[in-house]
């Protein structure tokens, strides 16, 4: 089956504690993105990867890292975490960029529910 | 900032009514993507439509592009109990191809 995984999918962590989300798409996809969904703020982007090695930042790139050696996985680090981290994340992938070819319709993780406290 | 914002931000309608949600933006976008979320779960691609073009049909869906207002519309016609989630539109950009941009949203209540 065609989809994204996100793990955790719940975590409630103290503030400085490292954490990594971890993505992984088996869809062959080129790019990848990171969301975080915030009441009454919509998503916002985080971070987004053309192709692997290649990755930039999105709106809101404070306070997280990316990488991108392998195709298929896209993890979020936050290296200090901090209340203000808390919120709904969601990985993305699609097999092109929004913008490009007019194809891009982004797939979804169920997405990572984090609590900093 | 956020370049999309949908109104309303709340629908509430009857089962077999239709429903319309806007989306307006700032910039100039090469394309606008809805998508529909239910309750706190991943987001699903409805449609896509692209700058150059002005209606799109899928379905019970209909989608709207006016480039010189830079807003779209959704309309979902004859709505079901199931309709009820939230709906955001994003926008793509052929200037930063990797980017998009969501608005906030509109929840959608279908009562049966």
């Known amino acids: 089956e065609a989809q994204v995984t996100q793990n955790p999918r719940y975590l409630i962590t103290v503030t400085g504690k490292k954490l990594t989300v971890t993505c992984s798409q088996n869809?062959?996809?080129?790019?990848m993105s990171w969301y975080r969904q915030d009441p009454g703020l919509g998503l916002r982007q985080i971070y987004y990867?053309?192709?692997?090695?290649?990755?930039d930042k999105g709106d809101v790139p404070e306070g997280y890292k990316v990488s991108r050696k392998e195709k298929r996985n896209f993890p979020l680090i936050l290296e200090s975490p901090s209340p203000n981290q808390t919120s709904l994340y969601f990985c993305?992938?699609?097999?092109?960029?929004?913008?490009?070819?007019?194809?891009?319709?982004?797939?979804f993780g169920e997405g990572s529910r984090l609590t900093v406290l | 900032s956020q370049q999309g914002e949908e109104d309303p931000q709340a629908l509430s309608i009857q089962e077999g009514e239709n429903a319309t949600m806007n989306c307006s933006y700032k910039?100039?976008?090469?394309?606008l993507q809805w998508y529909r979320q239910n309750s706190g779960r991943g987001l699903v691609h409805l449609i896509l439509?692209?700058?150059?073009?002005r209606e799109k049909h899928s379905g019970r869906l209909r989608v709207t592009l006016d480039t010189s207002k830079k807003s779209s519309s959704l309309l979902i016609t004859a709505s079901r109990a199931a309709d009820t989630a939230s709906y955001f539109c994003?926008?793509?950009?052929?200037?930063?191809?990797?980017?998009?941009?969501f608005g906030d949203g509109t929840t959608l209540t279908v009562k049966p």
């Open positions: 869809m062959n996809h080129e790019y």
């Open positions: 910039t100039s976008i090469n394309n």
């Open positions: 994003a926008t793509a950009y052929n200037t930063n191809a990797g980017k998009s941009t």
């Open positions: 993305a992938s699609s097999p092109f960029p929004p913008g490009l070819f007019n194809t891009g319709e982004l797939f």
């Open positions: 990867s053309m192709n692997v090695e290649v990755t």
């Open positions: 439509i692209r700058s150059n073009e």
